[in-house]
T-cell receptor
Framework: QQQVKQSPQSLIVQKGGIPIINCAYE??????FPWYQQFPGKGPALLIA?????SEKKEGRFTISFNKSAKQFSLHIMDSQPGDSATYFC????????FGQGTELSVKP | DAGVIQSPRHEVTEMGQEVTLRCKPI?????LFWYRQTMMRGLELLIY????????DSGMPEDRFSAKMPNASFSTLKIQPSEPRDSAVYFC????????????FGDGTRLSIL
């Protein structure tokens, strides 16, 4: 019940494409859903986050979609660029943050 | 803003040795977190502090691990004695957010126990 399941494990898109990363959770006590971006050799960086009373949130080219009834949320990256190539982690918090397993994104020029 | 600073960046040591990892959080942040990252288990919370006080250490694997925060600008994670299965990247993070979420991570310490 404490798990956050993330898919796909890896993703390759062409520049300008819209990669979509999906996450699912079971624990309805989770009340905050952040996404982190991690480049090789660096720590994760908080990218964008959403609360369950909102169905969508945009920050620049990054959008979170949230489906409370399905207990799923996803990250969309609009007009993806090679510089977006990184590992993305979803997470969920009900007091303690639980991370998904990560998605390695590669954006080809 | 210098960010969260961790040292050393890399540590290679023999099994059985004591290992000390260090962290300087962002000034003014009330929360400090220690995470461990491995391929098998992903990112795991080991312990977190609020105002220098340990709040939740349920993620600390066993008694060989200990963490301290003697003041607001410094924390250590110690492993004694170290074992090969402790090999991982250890991250420190800090936050000023009341939601108790790590906002800023350091670049980590890559620990290899031979």
């Amino acid at each position: 019940q404490q798990q956050v399941k993330q898919s796909p494990q890896s993703l390759i898109v062409q520049k300008g494409g819209i990669p979509i990363i999906n996450c699912a959770y079971e624990n309805t006590a989770f009340d905050y859903f952040p996404w982190y971006q991690q480049f090789p050799g660096k720590g994760p960086a908080l990218l964008i986050a959403i609360r369950p009373d909102v169905s969508e949130k945009k920050e620049g080219r990054f959008t979170i979609s949230f489906n409370k009834s399905a207990k799923q949320f996803s990250l969309h990256i609009m007009d993806s660029q090679p510089g977006d190539s990184a590992t993305y982690f979803c997470a969920a918090s009900g007091g303690k943050l639980i991370f998904g397993q990560g998605t390695e994104l590669s954006v080809k020029p | 803003d210098a960010g969260v600073i961790q040292s050393p960046r890399h540590e290679v040591t023999e099994m059985g040795q004591e290992v000390t990892l260090r962290c300087k959080p962002i000034s003014g942040h009330d929360y400090l977190f220690w995470y461990r990252q491995t391929m098998m288990r992903g990112l795991e919370l080991l312990i977190y502090f609020n105002n220098n006080v340990p709040i939740d250490d349920s993620g600390m694997p066993e008694d060989r691990f200990s963490a301290k925060m003697p003041n607001a600008s410094f924390s250590t994670l110690k492993i004694q004695p170290s074992e090969p299965r402790d090999s991982a990247v250890y991250f420190c993070a800090s936050s000023s957010d009341r939601a108790v979420l790590p906002q800023h991570f350091g670049d980590g310490t890559r620990l290899s126990i031979l």
